[in-house]
Nanobody
């Protein structure tokens, strides 16, 4: 069983930045693919960014490409999401997730993830 705890969410003005963190415990973190998803009120949960076990491969939704950066520190069992140039439409609850089987593959699909965190709220005011 893998536990994930997100942090770093909050209220920020449009154009500002936030850095989300997701600390993992209870598994072989360095072998797993990791991802960030988000869910806005009344909308489905959507893919934001993914990173392979080594960090060599990263994936982004078109809506955040060039503004968000996913990274990981396997020594700290932590994955990060640096969010710059935030927009009002980035407002959502952000979730991190673990993919045990797809450590080095395309990580855009929700079904590839096994464990999810509880989420952290990001609110961008315009």
């Amino acid at each position: 069983q893998v536990q994930l705890v997100e942090s770093g969410g909050g209220l920020v003005q449009a154009g500002g930045s936030l850095r989300l963190s997701c600390a993992a415990s209870g598994g072989a973190f360095s072998r797993y693919g990791m991802g960030w998803f988000r869910q806005a009120p009344g909308k489905e949960r959507e893919f934001v960014a993914g990173i392979s076990w080594s960090g060599a491969n990263t994936y982004y939704a078109d809506s955040v490409k060039g503004r968000f950066t996913i990274s990981r520190d396997n020594a700290k069992n932590t994955v990060y999401l640096q969010m710059n140039s935030l927009k009002a439409e980035d407002t959502a609850v952000y979730y991190c997730a673990v993919s045990k089987l797809y450590g080095d593959g395309n990580l855009r699909q929700k079904y590839k993830y096994d464990y999810w965190g509880q989420g952290t709220q990001v609110t961008v005011s315009s």
